[in-house]
C-alpha cells in the first residue's frame, strides 16, 4: 500500500504510530500544534483534528482543551508491532506458569513433610 492509497488524516496517524515505535515520541511528549501539523502534512486543520481524533480513540494520545495533544505513557504498547506483543504475552504467560509451578512443588514439599 502506497502513501497516495490511504487518506491524508490515516498518514498522519501511522506517522505517529511509526514515530513512538522508533521511539522519536515518547509517553507525556507533546506533540506539535494542529497549526504546525496542518502545515507539516500540508492538509488542513480539519484533516489533522480527524487524525488527533483517530490518535485518541486509539489510546495514543490524550488531549488537553487549550493546552494540547500528548503521547500517553502506554502508547509504545498500543503500537507495537504484532510480534513484539505476542512475545511479551509469552514471557508473562511463562512468568505466571513458573510461580504456579512454584506454589504446587512449595504445596507438595509442605504435605511430605
Given at each position: 500500500?502506497?502513501?497516495e492509497s490511504i487518506q491524508p488524516y490515516q498518514r498522519i496517524v501511522q506517522d505517529v504510530r511509526d514515530r513512538i515505535r522508533l521511539g522519536h515520541l515518547k509517553g507525556g511528549q507533546k506533540l506539535e500544534s494542529t497549526r504546525v501539523l496542518a502545515e507539516k502534512y500540508?492538509?488542513?486543520?480539519?484533516t489533522v483534528q480527524r487524525a488527533l481524533a483517530e490518535l485518541r480513540t486509539g489510546g495514543i494520545i490524550y488531549s488537553h482543551q487549550g493546552r494540547g495533544s500528548y503521547i500517553r505513557e502506554s502508547a509504545a504498547e498500543v503500537v507495537?508491532?504484532?510480534t513484539t506483543q505476542a512475545i511479551k504475552r509469552l514471557e508473562e504467560q511463562v512468568a505466571d506458569l513458573t510461580t504456579r509451578l512454584e506454589r504446587l512443588e512449595h504445596d507438595r514439599t509442605s504435605t511430605d513433610s
Open positions: 500500500m502506497t502513501d500540508q492538509v488542513a486543520q480539519g507495537a508491532d504484532p
